[in-house]
């Protein structure tokens, strides 16, 4: 299933999204893949309330918007790209 989550509206901060993700019924050890600030939101969401999830974050940065990421988690895996212009300066070649 691909869903629009609030912060994609601009003037709703990604916490809300966080907040949406945790009122759905996410299937225990679903994958979740996220681009942007939504593998930020869906990073989030395993990392506070869902250790069984798995998630690929791609350019995602680990802050943004008010969410952050305090741990690395198991079952999640992050893909740059330098050519990112959010996240260029944090990626080497």
Known sequence: M???LPHSDPTIP???S???LRGLDVPKGALILGVSLGGTVAAKFQEA???DLKVIAISS???ADGVVLYRRAEHRLAFYSSHDEVIASCVSE
Do not use: I
């Open 2 to 4: 691909r869903m629009k």
């Open 14 to 16: 990604a916490e809300q």
């Open 18 to 20: 966080v907040e949406h």
């Open 49 to 51: 309330d869902r250790d």
């Open 61 to 63: 940065p680990s802050y």
